[in-house]
């Protein structure tokens, strides 16, 4: 027997769940409400390039989300270089979470064919103050807890290190314990005149971060920063031939972007293989690592990239070279 009930809260109850009975709106009504949409994004400067700005892919007409919204990274990609900003105020202070999601973006960025170079800086004054200390003290103690902790920072470095394009480190400001970890895990380094690197772990009852520190300094220095918390200044680390550049604040970014460009036009697929190979290498013997890399020429001269620049370079011309 039909329900007689057509009104009331009665009839609520009995309307079927997750169905509105409000009419649907128009045609016109939802052609208004795009335009005032597109006239809101227009106003906010939505319009841009194709491209990934904070976890959200743009199209060039608007944006779809991606798969990753990060909570304490801001990631940007133009113009096939990719910018990621460490963003966790106020000093970027890492957490297991932040090691998760940096490990996480930089893998992505490793199988993104639209991006080329990587620029890996930090949000305000600061590049990264290293561990959250306050937020390590106040972790309930659990079974495995503090490996797993250890072995998030570790693969967080690695996977800047594994990345498959050149990550490039614009050091905004002081970039302690494990942020000089992210730093050493870069493949080249540019600073700003604020720029800090230092190992201040045994003021806190902590260790680690002197095997990244002997990638960028000496015997003596790495243990007088490690035994006493001293920290070098970008005028510094240009001095001794750290960085390859210290620049005012103001230039930072244009200088790190001026490197990426450079990389971007080049071939990916023998820029991917020359950062795998310097990789590989770095703790073989001569003999053994001269001979990866001639294996890693003969590799790469077998690609169409490598056949493509032989020949733009006979005829004179801009070579085009593919995805990688």
């Known amino acids: 027997m039909p329900c007689a009930v057509k009104s009331g809260p009665m009839a609520r109850r009995l309307?079927?769940?997750?169905?509105?009975?409000?009419?649907?709106?128009?045609?016109?009504?939802?052609?208004?409400?795009?335009?005032?949409?597109?006239?809101?994004?227009?106003?906010?400067?939505?319009?841009?390039?194709?491209?990934?700005?904070?976890?959200?892919?743009?199209?060039?007409?608007?944006?779809?989300?991606?798969?990753?919204?990060?909570?304490?990274?801001?990631?940007?990609?133009?113009?096939?270089?990719?910018?990621?900003?460490?963003?966790?105020?106020?000093?970027?202070?890492?957490?297991?979470?932040?090691?998760?999601?940096?490990?996480?973006?930089?893998?992505?960025?490793?199988?993104?064919?639209?991006?080329?170079?990587?620029?890996?800086?930090?949000a305000g004054r600061v590049f990264s103050a290293g561990a959250d200390i306050k937020a390590r003290v106040g972790a309930a103690p659990s079974l495995g807890g503090d490996r797993q902790h250890l072995r998030s920072a570790r693969e967080s470095y690695h996977a800047i290190m594994e990345c498959r394009k050149p990550v490039i480190a614009a050091i905004n400001g002081p970039a302690l314990g494990a942020g000089l970890a992210l730093v050493a895990s870069c493949d080249i380094l540019v600073a700003a005149e604020e720029a800090e690197l230092g190992l201040p772990e045994v003021t806190v009852g902590l260790m680690g971060g002197c095997r990244h520190a002997m990638r960028l300094f000496g015997h003596s220095t790495v243990r007088r920063m490690m035994f006493t918390g001293e920290r070098l200044r970008g005028p510094e680390l240009y001095r001794r031939g750290v960085v390859e550049e210290c620049v005012p604040q103001a230039g930072l970014m244009a200088a790190a972007?001026?490197?990426?460009?450079?990389?971007?036009?080049?071939?990916?697929?023998?820029?991917?293989?020359?950062?795998?190979?310097?990789n590989t290498i770095e703790t073989m013997s001569l003999r053994d690592g001269y001979r990866f890399e001639q294996d890693m020429t003969m590799q790469l001269s077998k690609t169409p990239d490598a056949i493509e620049a032989k020949r733009a370079f006979l005829e004179k011309r801009k070579p085009v070279f593919g995805d990688g």
């Not at 972007?257 to 310097?278: D, M």
Request: proline share 7%; charged share 25%.
């Open 257 to 278: 972007a001026a490197i990426a460009a450079r990389i971007a036009g080049l071939s990916p697929t023998a820029v991917q293989l020359a950062k795998h190979s310097i």
């Open 15 to 122: 309307a079927p769940m997750g169905r509105s009975h409000r009419p649907l709106p128009s045609a016109a009504v939802l052609r208004e409400a795009r335009a005032r949409s597109g006239r809101a994004d227009r106003r906010r400067g939505v319009d841009r390039p194709p491209g990934v700005y904070n976890g959200r892919r743009h199209t060039g007409k608007g944006y779809v989300m991606d798969e990753t919204a990060y909570q304490s990274l801001r990631l940007s990609i133009a113009d096939q270089i990719a910018t990621v900003t460490l963003d966790r105020p106020p000093v970027n202070a890492q957490t297991r979470a932040t090691q998760d999601e940096i490990a996480l973006c930089f893998d992505r960025l490793s199988d993104m064919p639209e991006v080329r170079a990587v620029i890996l800086t930090g």
